[in-house]
């Protein structure tokens, strides 16, 4: 049983409105093999939330028919929707650019064994959850043995030829902080973790995103259960910097949930805030076919800041180098 979160619809976070459509950003079910602490997703094993293959279509015609040119995937575990692989290979004809969020430990899991193979050949960009390079905060934040698993998983898509230049097979890890505290500086941590990966373990990757986490859903529900969440929001707000509003993912990206609705962001989706886009409460992806949304308003709240505060936070890692 989560504790109650406080309500975040009523915020003094600045108007901010869109760009031009970059990326569809798409939930492909809440099902995981994990359950992560830091998880806004409240995703695990146990869910049964996941895309349906009409739905897929939609989301492809959406993606021949916008200005979109990145399809960014998510879950849960994406990889375990069972048209994971048929919408890989269909927005590939497309041209897309593919990004795949990653476990790392789903490459283990039965049935996946040929995963990796399969993403390197369709040349999908991994991006891969690593909340830390020592074993023990790992397994703390996400599960024992997850830290090994993790492990054997980068192995083996760097034999497949991931985190290495010459390449052009992308493999990012993600970083998250272990509990109520910004992300340190992205570059000077990403040395680090290059530096101790390769050493122990001979691992090679592109780059780090250190990635804030956000006080909703379960990593909310712990804020308030250890009575840290009015603290760390004020540490947020206090850390806010007006030059992130130029990036944050928001005004160039769409977050689309299992069932095709649309929202203005991955957290916006969970706390089920609408999208403003067409003054719809529940705008779905048929309805922005051909659709320009350039100029739309973007509906916020406090957990806004997360993303402005310090360095900034996207999906893309820190805003401000």
């Given at each position: ?109 039965p049935g996946q064994e040929d995963l990796a193979e ?204």
């Amino acid at each position: 049983m989560h504790a109650m979160l406080p309500l975040l619809q009523k915020t003094d976070f600045p108007a901010i409105t869109r760009r031009r459509l970059t990326t569809l950003q798409a939930n492909l079910g809440y099902k995981c093999n994990q359950s992560c602490l830091h998880c806004h997703v409240n995703a695990g094993p146990q869910r049964k939330e996941v895309m349906q293959r009409e739905t897929i279509e939609d989301l492809l015609h959406l993606l021949q028919h916008s200005t979109a040119t990145t399809l960014d995937l998510t879950g849960g575990a994406p990889e375990l929707n069972p048209d994971f692989r048929y919408l890989v290979r269909e927005a590939g004809r497309q041209g897309a650019h593919i990004i795949d969020r990653c476990n790392l430990s789903i490459l283990s899991e039965p049935g996946q064994e040929d995963l990796a193979e399969f993403l390197a050949a369709q040349r999908i960009e991994v991006v891969a959850s690593m909340p830390c390079y020592l074993e023990e905060n790992v397994d703390a934040q996400r599960g024992d043995g997850v830290f090994k698993k993790s492990i054997k998983g980068l192995r083996k898509l760097n034999t497949l030829g991931y985190g290495q230049e010459s390449t052009g097979l992308i493999l990012n890890l993600i970083y998250n902080p272990q509990g109520a505290s910004l992300p340190p500086p992205q570059a000077a941590l990403e040395q680090d973790y290059k530096k101790h990966l390769f050493e122990k373990y001979q691992i090679q990757f592109n780059s780090l995103l250190t990635i804030t986490n956000m006080p909703i859903k379960r990593f909310g529900s712990t804020l308030v259960s250890r009575g840290q969440f009015d603290e760390y929001m004020s540490l947020l707000k206090g850390s806010h910097s007006e030059n992130n509003l130029r990036n944050v993912m928001c005004r160039d990206l769409i977050s689309i949930d299992w069932q095709g609705y649309v929202y203005d962001c991955d957290f916006n989706q969970m706390l089920e805030l609408p999208t403003a886009i067409q003054s719809r409460s529940h705008t779905h992806i048929r309805d922005l076919i051909d659709t320009n949304i350039d100029g739309q308003p973007i509906m916020t709240a406090d957990h806004c800041y997360g993303c402005t505060a310090g360095q900034g936070s996207s999906c893309g890692g820190a805003l401000e180098s």
